[in-house]
């Protein structure tokens, strides 16, 4: 078995200013053919488990390119044909192949290209012929497009939000591309489009039961796989929007009918999808009354508006500054996207005191700097947190603590990303256990690591530059309609 794979990911908020160029990509994480190493990554799924499957079956594993970007604003021309056309050599060179697995998101926008993983998808069909079974791995925060189901054969999403379970998943993709490949299976993609725009995180009721139904449905009655495809709200594309994806052996009719019934019902729960947000001061209130009641640990709050993850610059200072305000004390924030406040840092070194300003620079919904006088924690060089098995890059980072305000402790970070795990805290010297009330830049991949320790956990939707009402956002290339834009998306 020739098996080829690749990895070519980002998420892209069209209406953001950032933009998603080459140096994107390189700064986030790049791997060239072969040069993946073993650490896990979150879209490199399908390469580490064609490595794992093929170390056991004697496959030959061609590795081509893996880049990754953080969540930004559309993607240049420039740089997302050079990394399409970098995979396409990759595979015309490793021709022929049994099968290819590609790990993709699925919203990545570039100029020019609505659909990059459509196209993607086409011209890898194209270069390999029909006969050739292609399978790739998507966030479920992607936008499902006609081009990419009829250019591969298994389209397989994370089912888990947070995405902890991207390994489980890329292994899945693998096993049904090789089973077709052998001709044990004849997989057919079934999709029904649930006409709605919703966030699910799967940690909470009624996601979480939802999701453990369809994993007991999968392998019952010809059923391949089941994804569910949440949709990304800041794609404005024509293919935004829930949907689900049944994939059967061959039984188109079963596989239409299991995906109405379940898009059906998961329409029927969009009221109850998504937790409530309370604003800044509500959820600083209910934190102080949690901490007088039972329980251990901190008091979790996620600033959701500033989730770099969806987008965001992570370097907004409106809770900072109400903590500050209010005179709150036993507080963590982090991570604040600030590689100039970082430098400065370093200079100071561990232990120096000095006036700081930082945070607050990329526009008007970052807020206004935070001057301070500061003491510095801890500086650490190429620093990393964790999600689950993956490690992920902070760059050169900080943590300072503001010296007249209660002992606030910053995580001062230099490669923008969201909150994750908990050594974004710890491997900087503030330990989030012993905090009162730590505040993450997150919208849900938080859960996996800080949930464990949390008394609590609240939800906050601004400020900041990541709006949480859908009917606020201004799309333009919608293609129909959707829930709650309109009331009723399924009337004729």
Known sequence: MRVFTASLATETDTFSPMVTGEEAFRTSFYAGPGAFGDEPRLFAGPLLAARKRGAAGNWQVVEGTCAFAQSAGTVTRRAYELFRDEILGQLRDAMPV?????????????????????????????????????????????????????????????????????????????????????????????????????????????????????????????????????????????????????????????????????????YAMRDRLFPESASMDQALDQALSLLEGPGTGPVVIADRADNAGGGAPSDSTYFIERVITRGIDGVAVGPVWDPIAVKQCFAAGEGGVFALRFGGKMGPTSGRPVDARVRVRRCVRDAKQTFVKARDDLGDAASVELLDHGGLAVALISTRTQALGRDLFSGLGIEPERRRIVIVKSFTHFNAAFRPIARATLYTGGPGPLTLDVRQVPYTKLARPLWPLVEDPFAR
């Open 98 to 266: 049994d099968m290819v697995v590609l790990g993709l998101h699925g919203a990545m926008v570039a100029d020019g290209y609505d659909d990059c993983e459509g196209d993607l998808l086409a011209r890898v069909r194209a270069i390999v012929g029909p006969g050739v079974p292609i399978g790739a791995e998507l966030d479920p925060h992607c936008h499902l497009t006609e081009t990419m189901t009829r250019s591969a054969d298994v389209l397989v999403c994370f089912k888990e939000s947070p995405h902890t379970d991207f390994l489980e998943r890329g292994e899945e993709l693998v096993d049904l591309i090789a089973d077709c490949a052998r001709g044990k299976i004849r997989p057919v993609m079934s999709v029904y489009d649930c006409r709605m725009i919703q966030f699910m995180p799967t940690v909470d009721e009624p996601m979480r039961s939802f999701v453990d139904k369809i994993k007991r449905l999968e392998g019952r009655g010809g059923v391949l796989s089941i994804s569910i495809v949440h949709g990304y709200t800041l794609g404005d594309v024509a293919d935004l929007g829930t949907k689900i994806v049944v994939v059967t052996d061959n039984d188109r009719a079963g596989g239409d009918r299991l995906a109405e019934v379940l898009g059906r019902e998961l």
